[in-house]
């Protein structure tokens, strides 16, 4: 984080991840967070996936040209059906809610408003970008399919905000990448974020029991990312550089 990042307790932090910022004075820990003395870099980089939300948006919102040929069809709606179809790009007018007690594969969600993901639901192969905030309840999972993600090689979700993305308690995470103009929030007991790759322009806050790791061969992405150093600090953040792709 530009700006200094925070994170709680008891966190794990593998050989090979990154924790940058341009000042290390502005980090605050509070105990028991392993490895994260040599993930901690203080350097500064230009974030270059924040500036593909507007554009990404723009262009699902037009149609499927830019999305993979998983996504076959594509439905303009005031509301997301109770189950979303695969196959389906939904163009959604206003707030997207996807309900709790979900399964969604190969689906993707464009929302002029917020997109919200209720609990116990689980997602793979799946691109949401919403022009406002992205938040997930409790008992999620995303990104997690059958067998390894590392051996699989791609990601296998995709965030874009225009807002923050708030992660809720108790989700398992893998092969996932975000980014957003506001802020990424995670809250407590994620079960490990393997294979996640965020640049985040207003910062990150951590949680506490969280367990940090990726893959010896990066991960290929639909939109890949480009972050260089740069010598002068800006608003910005960035998880895991390019270690936790």
Known sequence: G??????????DFAPGVQV?????????????????????????????????IAPTIASMRAGM???????TSRQVVNRLPNRPVSGT??????????RSNRSLAQ?????EGAIGIGANTDLIDVILAAEEGIAFGSNITI???????????????????????????????AATQITALGRLEMNANIDQLPGVYAEIVG??????????????TPLTSLWPASTLPRPQAEAGAVLGARILR
Request: charged share 25%.
């Open 20 to 52: 940058s910022m341009a000042d290390l004075g502005d980090f605050e820990e509070r105990n028991n967070n392993r490895g994260v003395e040599a993930a901690l870099h203080e350097r500064s980089l230009q974030l270059t996936l924040p500036e593909l």
């Open 107 to 111: 689906v993707a969600i464009v929302a």
């Open 89 to 98: 790009l939904y163009v959604v007018r206003g707030d997207a809610e996807i």
């Open 2 to 11: 530009e700006k200094g990042v925070s994170i709680g307790s008891n966190n």
């Open 203 to 216: 910062g990150i806050d951590y949680n506490s029991n969280l367990d940090f790791w990726g893959c010896e």
């Open 143 to 173: 990104g997690v399919g059958e067998g390894s993600f590392c051996e699989f090689g791609e990601y296998r979700a995709y965030l874009f905000s225009g807002g923050d993305v708030t992660l809720g308690s108790n989700l398992q995470l």
């Open 65 to 71: 040209s830019d999305l993979p040929d998983w996504i």
